[in-house]
């Protein structure tokens, strides 16, 4: 039996299949927004067919309502940014303070007086980095610091200036539009990252450039790509307090990221970045443009996100609870797809190139090593710089990822379903890494044992997803309060058809992901 029969027949299958199921997806979805229009909180009138929008999360509503005023602040910012530097030929340190300047503005209007907890906590944080830059604690006590502040800013709430005095407590009516502590957890990564990047260049860390140029298209064709331009590190006076502050608040990646490291952002605050052309980012921002028409299609259609809300999940049949998770998982990718595309949109205008946070669609993804490389792919570079490398990196995989999950869930917030979504996701991932390690080592040695391991591989990826399913069915759809629940529905007799035809699709699904590999590997 040769490989390519056999593989054009199963593609042949696996599209049709596709073709039916979404087809059939996309039905069931229709009749299910339709018949619970009604009862669903968080619709509002849209402004698309006569239907209902569903803007029920909180947070794609407020980017949403907020995205004229937004784009108004961009193109002031970037005009003026850009004016300055070509005019005057502007590079770090007069770039550094121009965006200082523009970015506390910024901050003013988001947080209003609550600007002053930024910078004294930054300024501790500053503090911290260059006095004990040389003890043998110096990382601990980095770390320490920023933890117990990431953990004290949720459970104050931001500190209320009265909790400082009832002469401070007039500030409390001039907190701005946004809550400060929600968005200093991207500061948190920021002050982790110029204080381990000050550390690195402090002892003299060496990269080979020379080596990396010969394995990376983008440094040997004259350009330097975003790793280059992390590891190279700078110069000790660039670790000023100007560029540290800049580095936190820039306005462009303040809200949301891109995360990128101290070393590449203050690299391309003195030289703009060259990887994308005039062009290129303006095809950048059409792309994004059409995304944002997919999404509006997609709120005004279909209400998952309405449903999780509004916790009608528990009435509804497997089949239905299967549709509203699917549904609801795409949504969130989305969401944040157009969010952290349109804030590194942004920043690519300003000359500052960040990691690309989705550069794979959700529904590409059948291993859970390849999900989180690929939805917020600037924090799993974070994390892998920061927290996975300094564990012991492959050595302790198995006991690393326990605490960096634990850490993105306390993170994201204080809540038990985020620290159960964490510890199940490592539940699940472990038996992933075991079962790489042995595939590794083996390898087919004819067409029988290509097939073999090609129908073992698809079910492997069957198997990954319908845990991915479950972990953000818990976090985000029932929460860990709604697990018995969720459990009993899914052991119901009816629900064993069910079940077994989600999995057969994700089965057929993990097989469509394959091809396109292989057809991306081919050009």
């Not at 947070?59 to 002031?76: A, D, H, K």
């Not at 901050?107 to 004294?120: Q, R, T």
């Not at 004990?132 to 209320?160: Q, T």
């Amino acid at each position: 039996m040769g490989s390519l029969p056999w593989k054009k027949l199963e593609l042949g299958f696996v599209l049709i299949y596709a073709a039916f199921f979404y087809a059939s997806f996309i039905q069931r979805s229709l009749h299910l927004s339709h018949d619970y229009a009604g009862r669903l909180y968080g619709l509002r009138k849209g402004w698309l067919a006569g239907r209902f929008n569903d803007i029920s999360d909180a947070q794609w509503r407020s980017f949403r309502e907020n995205l004229p005023i937004l784009t108004i602040v961009m193109g002031s910012f970037v005009t003026i940014a850009n004016f300055l530097r070509y005019q005057y030929g502007m590079k770090g340190r007069g770039m550094s303070l121009l965006w200082t300047i523009l970015s506390l503005c910024y901050l003013v209007y988001l947080h209003g007086a609550c600007v002053a907890f930024i910078f004294a906590i930054a300024s501790a944080n500053y503090f911290i980095s260059k006095t004990f830059v040389e003890s043998r604690y110096y990382l601990g006590i980095l770390w320490s610091f920023n933890v117990a502040f990431l953990v004290l800013n949720r459970v104050y709430e931001g500190y209320p200036f009265s909790l400082f005095g009832q002469s401070l407590a007039f500030l409390d009516n001039y907190r701005g539009t946004f809550r400060w502590h929600i968005c200093f957890n991207f500061v948190v990564l920021r002050m982790i990252s110029f204080g381990w990047d000050y550390y690195a260049a402090f002892n003299r860390r060496p990269f080979d450039l020379k080596k990396h140029m010969q394995r990376c298209e983008v440094c040997s064709s004259g350009k330097t790509c975003y790793h280059a331009l992390q590891e190279k590190g700078l110069h000790i006076e660039k670790y000023s307090f100007c560029m540290y502050m800049c580095y936190l608040i820039y306005a462009p990646l303040y809200i949301s990221g891109p995360i990128v490291s101290f070393n590449a952002f203050a690299a391309q605050l003195e030289m703009p970045q060259k990887s994308y052309s005039f062009l290129r980012i303006c095809f950048y921002g059409l792309r994004w443009f059409i995304a944002f028409l997919l999404m509006e299609l997609i709120t005004h259609f279909f209400y998952y996100n309405a449903f999780a809300k509004s916790g009608l999940w528990s009435q509804l049949s497997p089949f239905q609870i299967f549709i509203v998770a699917y549904g609801v998982i795409n949504f969130m990718w989305l969401k944040f797809f157009l969010i952290w595309r349109y804030f590194r949109f942004w920043s690519l205008v300003s000359g500052v190139e960040t990691p690309e946070n989705m550069p794979r669609c959700i529904s590409n993804c059948h291993d859970l090593e390849t999900f989180w490389k690929s939805w917020h792919a600037s924090y799993n570079k974070w994390l892998v710089r920061y927290m996975y490398i300094p564990l012991g990196g492959a050595k302790r995989k198995l006991l690393n990822i326990w605490v960096i999950f634990t850490f993105v869930a306390i993170w994201h917030d204080l809540e038990w379903k985020l620290v159960a979504w964490a510890w199940l996701t490592c539940v699940f991932l472990i038996p992933e890494i075991v079962v790489k390690s042995f595939a590794k080592a083996f390898k087919a040695r004819s067409s029988l044992g290509e097939f073999l391991i090609h129908e073992l591989s698809a079910m492997t990826g069957a198997v990954t997803i319908s845990c991915l399913m479950i972990a953000n069915l818990v976090g985000y759809v029932a929460g860990p309060t709604g697990i018995k629940l969720l459990i009993s529905r899914m052991t119901e007799k009816e629900a064993r058809l069910v079940l077994a035809t989600i999995f057969f699709s994700f089965y057929v699904g993990v097989k469509l992901m394959f091809h396109i590999r292989d057809m991306k590997q081919k050009v």
